[in-house]
């Protein structure tokens, strides 16, 4: 059985125009209509931890699993200095975030996230 999935791509100006309750509350409820959003410019790791937050809030076990996350650092390096500025509340360069019952991250590269949407009743 086929299925269909919506992916929102959210631009950077969009995400950057917003304040950090509103980026959450756009995400989480698009997430809980079973879309897949890609925000262009990705989330402060405090912005990243206060969807989590907010996420264990929401979860249901009937209707809202949760949400699956995966982003790229702000910079492709590990060095010390890159490391403090991602502390920092430097926003990652891009974020994916589905349902959890739909999205699997399969590999994180450097340059490419790999992910899998699960479609279907489950039948």
Same mark, same amino acid.
């Given at each position: ?6 992916? &929102?791509?959210? +631009? +950077?100006?969009?995400? &950057? $125009? /917003?304040? $950090?309750?509103?980026?959450? *509350?756009?995400?989480? $409820? ?6 897949? =959003? #890609?925000?262009?410019?990705?989330? $402060? ?8 937050e907010?996420? /264990?809030i929401?979860?249901? !076990?009937?209707?809202?699993? %949760? ?9 492709? %390096? !590990? ?8 502390? +920092?509340?430097?926003?990652? *360069?891009? /974020? ?7 999205? *699997? ?6 340059y490419?996230? +790999?992910?899998? =949407?699960? #479609?279907?009743?489950? &039948?």
């Amino acid at each position: 059985m086929y299925g269909e999935v919506q992916m &929102d791509l959210i +631009s +950077s100006e969009k995400v &950057d $125009s /917003m304040s $950090s309750i509103d980026k959450i *509350r756009l995400i989480l $409820s698009k997430v809980k209509t079973g879309k897949i =959003v #890609v925000l262009e410019k990705g989330l $402060s790791p405090e912005e990243e931890a206060k969807l989590i937050e907010m996420t /264990m809030i929401e979860i249901n !076990d009937d209707k809202f699993s %949760g949400i699956e996350i995966e982003s790229y650092p702000a910079t492709g %390096g !590990d060095t010390l200095m890159e490391r403090l500025r991602r502390k +920092s509340g430097a926003k990652n *360069r891009m /974020m994916v975030v589905g349902p959890a019952n739909q999205l *699997r991250t399969v590999e994180r590269g450097k340059y490419q996230i +790999s992910t899998k =949407v699960l #479609v279907g009743d489950g &039948d």
